[in-house]
């Protein structure tokens, strides 16, 4: 079964960039790559995802490694509001969540 | 437009009971997800349901269940309750059954069973 592996935890300053590393090397051809984020007492919201190529919207942006296999989210400027735990999730083509990380917590310092 | 909403958000059960956990989606929204979310295991997915039809499972035992309604409303159904069902569970709708989707979360149903 495919599998994702994140760091547990990870610090930024305010305004810096973040980049949160997700590995998936057991990951199939046909598997999506989303980033779905958390926070206290709310249920998961989405932030981006991706099949093969980098992708950009307005609230990161998603490197995905040419042999799929890792892919890092970025948080251009962090700030307070973005700290929360964000998990890497891959997805069948019909968008079910089937492989979950354990999510990495950010924590962002003013 | 109104986001996800489950009821009731708290729960405490006794174990060998059963229960049942609403789910009502987005206006619009086909498909929806359920989950479970503990600290051991993290997230988990049980089934998503899509025109009234279970179309994914989880690796979940039969004592979980679900149905959706005609209006995509959704349930899911716990029987024979254990310690180990204690979680947070979470429901997802989407527009439809597509890879690149994003999914909407409700705020969860918190269940302890004693």
């Known amino acids: 079964d495919a599998k994702t592996t994140q760091p547990n935890s990870m610090e930024s300053n305010e305004e810096e960039p973040v980049h949160l590393p997700c590995n998936h090397s057991?990951?199939?051809?046909?598997?999506?790559i989303h980033w779905y984020r958390q926070l206290p007492s709310q249920g998961p919201e989405y932030v981006i995802h991706?099949?093969?190529s980098n992708v950009n919207n307005r609230m990161a942006s998603l490197a995905i490694a040419e042999d799929r296999k890792s892919s890092t989210l970025i948080l251009h400027r962090a700030t307070l509001r973005d700290a929360a735990v964000y998990y890497c999730?891959?997805?069948?083509?019909?968008?079910?969540?089937?492989?979950f990380g354990g999510g990495t917590r950010l924590m962002v310092k003013p | 437009k109104a986001g996800v909403t489950q009821t009731p958000r708290y729960l405490i059960k006794t174990r060998g009971q059963q229960v049942t956990l609403s789910c009502s989606p987005i206006s619009g929204h086909r498909s929806v997800s359920w989950y479970q979310q503990t600290p051991g295991q993290g997230l988990q997915f049980l089934f998503e349901?899509?025109?009234?039809?279970?179309?994914n499972k989880g690796n979940f035992p039969g004592r979980f269940s679900g149905r959706q309604f005609s209006n995509s409303r959704s349930e899911m159904n716990v029987s024979t309750l254990e310690l180990g069902d204690s979680a947070l569970y979470l429901c997802?709708?989407?527009?439809?059954?597509?890879?690149?989707?994003?999914?909407?979360f409700g705020p969860g149903t918190r269940l302890t069973v004693l």
């Open positions: 349901y899509f025109s009234e039809t279970q179309r």
């Open positions: 991706g099949l093969t």
């Open positions: 999730i891959l997805t069948n083509n019909a968008g079910n969540m089937l492989t």
């Open positions: 997802a709708s989407s527009l439809a059954r597509l890879a690149g989707n994003e999914q909407f």
């Open positions: 057991t990951i199939s051809g046909t598997d999506y």
